[in-house]
């Protein structure tokens, strides 16, 4: 399935680099607790990504981090985080490359940014413990259909406590979408704008694709440009829509969040990893959402 997506919209969430000079004491020597706990800022980390692999940080604190993701490449790029357990990397690079999910059932997704078009940055917060991390791009190649992980974005990271690591989560003023088999489920308070909680409440992996439909397209334009028979090209012409960014490979009963500027208008939300027991899309089995912004 060929996903050429173009990006818009997505204000991505700036923090300062977490310089931690707000945790010190201040010149009597006693820290100002309150205003050390209000203050400290999350570690931002800023990854690379082109064809076909990341720049990746030797390390990455532990705790709730910045992910941003900006892509330097021609194509489409996504960064899916997997805490490893007892799951060896190659074990991981190996699964992921044909995005084997059964393989991939002993490994911990914790989600990460999805859609960063080229040129452009994509964030989202996710909390990490401590650990081997697996990384990777599941994005099919334009050309061959393989996803991006088989042609080499795969790459590991080891994630260590530090007193820069920050444990209490983002307040999320934009709502909630919950995720689950087979569907999105926006409550009243989500608007598109704001800190978005994003929570998987189901038993798969899951991922949201946020794309806007251009002016005097549909959903079914959507559906017919993206969920062509493999093998099928999509029609001809622009796509209908434009990416808005997203989030990728969260896990089950795990949270993360994402800030969100989305412009009023139509939106779909879709999600592209396989069922485990059919191996089809999760989109084909339901999980794409249409959402009216206003
Ligand atoms: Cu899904």
Redesign the pocket.
């Known amino acids: 399935m060929r996903r050429a997506l173009i990006i818009i919209g997505l204000i991505a969430l700036l923090s300062p680099a977490g310089c931690g000079s707000s945790s010190k004491p201040n010149a009597a020597g006693s820290a100002d607790t309150a205003t050390t706990l209000a203050a400290k800022s999350r570690p931002h980390v800023t990854i690379d990504a082109k064809e076909f692999g990341y720049t990746l940080p030797a390390q990455i604190p532990a705790g709730w981090v910045d992910v941003t993701l900006h892509n330097s490449g021609k194509a489409e790029h996504q960064i899916a985080f997997a805490k490893l357990g007892s799951v060896s990397f190659a074990a991981f690079k190996a699964a992921a490359s044909t995005t084997n999910v059964k393989a991939l059932s002993g490994v911990q997704f914790v989600g990460g940014p999805n859609g960063a078009d080229p040129g452009s940055s994509v964030t989202a917060t996710v909390h990490l413990e401590p650990g081997a991390y697996g990384v990777a791009c599941f994005i099919p190649d334009d050309h061959d259909g393989k996803p991006h992980a088989e042609h080499g974005m795969v790459g590991q990271v080891n994630v260590v406590q530090t007193s820069e690591s920050v444990e209490s989560p983002p307040k999320a003023d934009g709502g909630t979408i919950s ?1 689950s088999e ?1 569907t999105f489920l926006p409550d009243a308070s989500f608007t598109g704008y704001g800190t978005v909680e994003i929570k998987n409440v189901g038993t ?1 992996v ?2 949201i694709i946020i794309m806007k439909e251009n002016a005097g397209k549909t959903l079914d334009d959507v559906k017919s440009y993206m969920l062509t028979p493999p093998g099928t090209p999509p029609p001809p012409g622009p796509p209908p829509f434009t990416s808005a960014g997203g989030i990728v490979g969260l896990g089950s009963h795990q949270t993360m969040y994402q800030t969100m500027a989305l412009t009023p208008g139509k939106y779909v939300l879709l ?1 592209f ?1 396989p069922d485990p027991a059919t191996g089809l899309p ?1 989109a084909l089995k339901g ?1 794409i959402k249409e959402v009216t912004i206003s």
Request: charged residues 10%; negative net charge; aromatic residues 22%.
């Open positions: 995720l087979f798969q899951h991922e999600c990893f999760h999980m």
